[in-house]
């Protein structure tokens, strides 16, 4: 992965000795900074997500558009980092009322990993 941040990285795209992938210059040269990537396991990468997919994969009922049990286990951390279960009084309330997209006036979609807002219309159809 190639950081727009340049500091974030690790390496410049080789590792031992080995070069995997080149870096664009452009903001090497900008910054100065030569360690702007990081190498990164694929099942890590969240990718050619659009809006209406995150959209409907945050806010829909249907099960199947999410990742098995990623998001129907609540649970907070407690300060020695045990994970506790926990039960949310009035979720499937709250879950059928954000389910009805066409109604949902603001989204919080953080660490969605959109990369484009969709073909023409897409947004629109979705309050459809």
Sequence with gaps: VEW???????N??????????????????????ENKASFVRAAKLLLNVGFTEA?????????????SGSKEDMYIQSVSGQRVNIELVGKDKVMSKQSQLGNLRAVYLPDSCINSAGEEGEIAGVAE
């Design 55 to 67: 959209l409907r994969w945050r806010y829909s009922n249907d099960v199947s558009a999410k990742e």
């Design 12 to 33: 410049d795209g080789a590792y031992k000795g080995t070069r995997y992938f080149e870096c664009s210059r452009g903001l090497i040269e900008e910054v100065g900074a």
């Design 4 to 10: 727009d941040d340049a500091g974030r990285g690790k």
